[in-house]
């Protein structure tokens, strides 16, 4: 089965570092995504990202958070300064070029700000 | 056993027995629906998955419904295994859009 890997598994930062979580999609996968789950809670949605670009995004995706594919290979979320409350998995997820086929996720990566 | 699932968060089913998993979608515009299974420690895993043309759709142990009029989803599993147990997604999405949303999650114990 085609899988997403993450890096690292868990990451513990102080308020108001920078983080930066590391996603290597599934190679021919046109669409990226990153989700985050706060312990005990549903999976919710932050970004798209197809063609080099941020297709939606949610309002939890504020301007403290950013992604890019810098070699083409390797997908990143950065978040600037972080907060207590962005404690939470943070998924990444891939789809092929057709929109409506599954999404692989990766692990996660545990990220517990103190 | 069965679960409501915003409603009823769990469910704890009997090792053998059938489960049925419910969600609510909140999106009429919704056209793509997958369910997604979540073990302690791991990233969501892709179980089955119905198109809105479809009101039914099997796989191996594993049924979803599809009810558009009342944007009601539900899982069957079959024979519940203790492999089972685990956190229960469903996810809605469409052809005019990129991300999937995710509904609460049921989360299933197998009783041996």
């Known amino acids: 089965e085609p899988e997403v890997t993450q890096t690292p598994s868990h990451q513990v930062t102080q308020m108001g570092q920078e983080v930066i979580l590391r996603c290597v999609p599934i190679s021919n996968h046109l669409y990226f995504y990153w989700y985050r789950q706060i312990l005990g809670q549903k999976v919710e949605f932050l970004v798209s990202?197809?063609?080099?670009?941020?297709?939606?995004k949610s309002e939890i995706f504020d301007d403290q958070f950013s992604v890019e594919r810098p070699d083409g290979s390797n997908f990143t979320l950065k978040i600037r300064s972080t907060k207590l409350e962005d404690s939470a998995m943070y998924f990444c997820?891939?789809?092929?070029?057709?929109?409506?086929?599954?999404?692989?996720f990766g692990q996660g990566t545990r990220l517990t700000v103190v | 056993g069965e679960s409501v699932g915003l409603h009823l968060p769990t469910l704890s089913v009997q090792e053998g027995d059938n489960s049925i998993i419910n969600c609510a979608y909140s999106n009429s515009a919704s056209d793509y629906f997958i369910w997604y299974k979540q073990e302690s420690g791991k990233g969501p895993q892709f179980i089955i998955d119905i198109r809105s043309n479809m009101d039914k759709r099997q796989g191996q142990r594993v049924t979803v419904l599809l009810n558009k009029t009342v944007k009601h989803l539900s899982l069957q599993i079959a024979a519940t295994q203790p492999g089972d147990s685990a956190v229960y997604f469903c996810a809605e999405g469409s052809s005019n859009d990129y991300k999937l949303s995710f509904g609460a999650g049921t989360t299933v114990t197998v009783r041996a």
């Open positions: 997820a891939a789809r092929d070029g057709r929109l409506n086929t599954e999404a692989f």
């Open positions: 990202f197809y063609n080099n670009e941020i297709s939606e």
